[in-house]
């Protein structure tokens, strides 16, 4: 037996190859070519069929082209082929030419007389056929044009189609979830997800992905035995194409050393390495989609919140400037300083989540404290008690109230047998109050001795709110202090009215301010205002000025016409500021909440258990709310804390309440909570990395094949002739026809058959070989044993 680890040399004569020396010789017919004389009729008949359907069947054409200009499929062939295949052609031509004119003439002698004439009159009737000028040239076909010269293109159409398909696939998935980032759940027909989606896609991908794997790799393995391979390396890449297993063992198998440094078994385990990974594309592809709670607004509806920019009640008339206090004010302060919760503002939110971003302001009633401790005065003297008839300490503490008013806490003598008292407190239109915590009556003793100074005055808030559930939260961004003006309206009218600067959106409009007399500057937001607005609706208001402050009286404004005319205020001068920037509540309604609420609230004094230490067991209901509110320990913090519970329940009253100004509720946007979709973008690049991966072995496989089949065709081309390029991939054809050569069948057949795999891919690992050109197309030859 021979062996062929090289091919032969263009000249010489080999006798492993003595069919492909006869073909090459133009001296020299082929055996399998030449025609007897004896047989010439017989291969004669079968040519004429081949030809009637105009194929010619040449498996074993060699062509004389250039290697680097042509992928070899143009039909060029050797002077032995071709002056055979002309001889077979005229042959056939002159022996189908007589017979059908002997055909013809025995037609005509049977036909008969009337038939005839039926046939020439229906043709008649037809219309004429049109012929086509000889002349004419068919249009080329481009796209077949351009096929043609590019055959080995053509070779991969199918894997190029699916490698489109694939990145089609995966720029899918990302235009899909990309779309739906941070949006609700789509909600498509018969049920399909944005998940099922991506599963589709997915599907896609790893289908076209596993057709150029698998027709990649096979190619392979026939680029693999272009050098001298055992065969159990072909069968290797075969298996490899059919699955993940066979990837696997290929994985193992390949020698990327053997032979000397080459490519195929890197882009091979590529190839299989691929393979394997691309079954984890569905598990990594259905992570990318994670839905989360969200919220999405309702379009065309909004939710409110009650807000107030006038606030007039009173009850009945009780005397000069005052009124009694209703019931229900009664109830809203009392709810704000004993109830545990504080009470909810009136809102709509029929979702029950609403969101209002844009501060909204109202009319409200503000409080504030300040520490006078180091305004106190002690006075320490010793006095005479009947009860225990002895002299005993006294302490008084005192904190001016005004010029005329002192606050006065006093402990010692006789008063230990009812108790001491824990703290006084008087108001008038501010909260005096002086704290002792100790049952001793002096202060040196470790006691502990305070006094506080508050204030209760309307004002102007501004919030930020949230509805989630059903539940209203409030955030208090801001508030005016105390900055209204009194304003007598010339219907007679007591008001205390201020305005929001904020609402200025023109510079003109201040410099109108300015020019009626108001001072302030850029950082100024309340202005004390000397319009109220008392009637009307927000498009229509009535504005009225102030009856005794006429700034038309005076400079500057009595300079301008536009703002005055004579000692009448302008429209111009009256609406500078809008009717919904202008906040008023009523002289009486403050007067009477000072004099015949808070004042009756917050006038007494509590006095502390002497025989048993228990505080604040007597005193009026605010007081001991006060005394013991917050931590117990009556801090300052304690103290606003409970003061400003009960101005936020007064606030949310005045915001409800019906106003003599139609006061517009506070709008915002109202949200349903859904289910929303998060990208998590990092599961998605595995699907990125397979499609890569996929590109660049399908890239290199093809680059590097068309390199190495231009290699072996030069080592067994001639002077005149050049092996066939091939296209063989995992078809079991190329295998059928193009497997072992004769000479290997013959040692194969030496070394005994088997019915296991097992043994066959043992004897697989002793059987070397290589593909050559023969004249029966390429073959794998027997190379080493």
């Given at each position: 037996m021979s062996t062929h680890s090289t091919p032969p040399p263009a000249t010489q004569s080999t006798l492993g190859y003595h069919e492909r020396e006869q073909i090459r010789a133009n001296d020299t017919s082929s055996p399998r070519l030449q025609l007897d004389n004896q047989d010439s009729v017989s291969l004669l008949s079968s040519?004429?069929?081949?030809?009637e359907d105009g194929q010619t069947q040449d498996l074993h054409r060699l062509e004389s082209i250039d290697i680097d200009r042509s992928d070899g499929y143009r039909n060029e062939t050797t002077p032995a082929v071709a002056s055979t295949s002309a001889n077979i052609?005229?042959?056939?031509?002159?022996?189908?030419?007589?017979?059908?004119?002997?055909?013809?003439?025995?037609?005509?002698?049977?036909k008969t007389g009337w038939l005839s004439k039926l046939r020439g009159r229906f043709t008649a009737m037809l219309p004429p056929k049109r012929k086509q000028s000889p002349s004419t040239p068919k249009p080329p076909n481009r796209i077949k044009k351009w096929l043609q010269s590019h055959r080995y293109l053509n070779i991969w159409w199918w894997e190029i189609l699916c490698c489109v398909f694939a990145l089609a696939a995966l720029i899918a998935i990302v235009v899909t979830v990309r779309a739906h980032e941070h949006k609700p759940l789509p909600k498509w027909q018969y049920g399909l997800t944005v998940n099922a989606m991506i599963a589709a896609y997915t599907v896609i991908l790893k289908a076209a992905a596993g057709l150029v794997l698998a027709e990649g790799i096979s190619h392979l393995k026939w680029i693999a035995v272009a050098r001298p391979q055992s065969l159990s390396s072909f069968v290797a890449h075969d298996n490899a194409s059919r699955g993940p297993l066979g990837a696997l063992k290929l994985l193992w198998k390949n020698q990327y050393r053997s032979g000397g440094l080459h490519m195929t078994p890197f882009i091979s385990s590529l190839g299989a390495l691929i393979t394997i990974l691309v079954l984890l594309v569905d598990p990594f592809s259905q992570q990318i989609i994670k839905t989360y709670e969200c919220e999405r607004r309702v379009?065309?509806?909004?939710?409110?919140?009650?807000?107030?920019?006038?606030?007039?009640?009173?009850?009945?008339?009780?005397?000069?400037?005052?009124?009694?206090?209703?019931?229900?004010?009664?109830?809203?302060?009392?709810?704000?300083?004993?109830a545990s919760r504080k009470p909810d503002v009136e809102f709509v939110c029929r979702t029950g989540n609403c969101s209002f971003t844009e501060e909204y302001a109202t009319l409200a009633f503000c409080s504030s404290c300040m520490d006078v401790t180091d305004e106190l005065k002690f006075v320490q003297y010793d006095g005479y008690d009947d009860i225990f008839n002895q002299t005993t300490p006294y302490t008084n503490v005192s904190l001016t109230i005004d010029d005329r008013r002192t606050l006065t806490l006093s402990r010692g003598g006789s008063a230990m047998s009812r108790g001491y008292l824990g703290l006084v407190s008087h108001f008038d239109s501010e909260l005096n109050m002086i704290r002792w915590d100790g049952l001793m009556a002096t202060p040196e003793q470790n006691q502990t001795i305070k006094g506080y100074r508050c204030r209760l005055y309307p004002c102007i808030k501004t919030f930020k709110a949230y509805v989630r559930t059903g539940r209203i939260a409030e955030e208090e961004v801001e508030a005016s202090g105390d900055v209204f003006s009194s304003v007598i309206t010339r219907t007679n009218r007591a008001l205390r009215v201020a305005a929001d600067l904020k609402c200025l959106d023109d510079p003109r409009q201040a410099d109108v301010l300015h020019k009626l007399g108001y001072e302030f500057n850029e950082t100024t937001r309340w202005l004390p205002y000397n319009v109220s607005w008392t009637n009307g609706t927000m498009e229509h208001p009535v504005l009225e000025p102030s009856m005794y402050y006429n700034p038309c009286e005076r400079a500057p404004a009595n300079q301008h016409a536009d703002l005055c005319n004579g000692n009448k205020t302008s429209t111009k001068a009256l609406e500078v500021i809008p009717a919904h920037c202008?906040?008023?509540?009523?002289?009486?309604?403050?007067?009477?909440?000072?004099?015949?609420?808070?004042?009756q609230m917050f006038t007494g004094y509590i006095r502390n258990s002497w025989t048993y230490g228990y505080a604040g067991y007597e005193g009026t209901e605010a007081l001991t709310a006060l005394y013991n509110g917050g931590s117990g320990n009556g801090t300052l913090k304690d103290v606003e804390g409970m003061l400003k519970n009960m101005t936020d329940g007064l606030t949310t009253y005045m915001r409800q309440a019906d106003s003599a100004v139609e006061s517009y509720r506070a709008l915002g946007d109202m949200y349903n909570y859904t289910s929303c979709i998060e990208v998590r973008w990092a599961w998605l690049s595995y699907a990125a990395m397979i499609v890569g991966s996929l590109l660049i072995f399908f890239i290199w496989m093809v680059v590097y094949a068309r390199r190495d089949q231009s290699r072996l065709r030069r080592q067994w081309k001639d002077e005149d002739s050049v092996p066939l390029i091939h296209d063989f991939k995992s078809s079991a054809l190329d295998f059928l026809f193009h497997g072992m050569d004769a000479e290997t069948l013959r040692h194969m057949a030496n070394m005994g058959a088997t019915n296991q795999t097992g043994e066959l891919e043992k004897r697989a690992e002793k059987v070397m070989v290589a593909l050559i050109a023969t004249e029966q197309g390429w073959k794998l030859s027997s190379a080493a044993s």
């Open positions: 040519s004429l069929s081949q030809e052609q005229a042959a056939a031509t002159s022996s189908r030419a007589s017979s059908t004119i002997a055909s013809h003439n025995d037609v005509n002698e049977h379009i065309g509806e909004y939710g409110n919140i009650a807000r107030t920019n006038s606030y007039t009640e009173a009850g009945k008339h009780s005397g000069a400037g005052e009124a009694t206090i209703p019931l229900s004010v009664r109830g809203a302060v009392n709810n704000g300083m004993f202008i906040y008023n509540i009523g002289q009486i309604t403050t007067t009477s909440l000072s004099d015949n609420l808070f004042s």
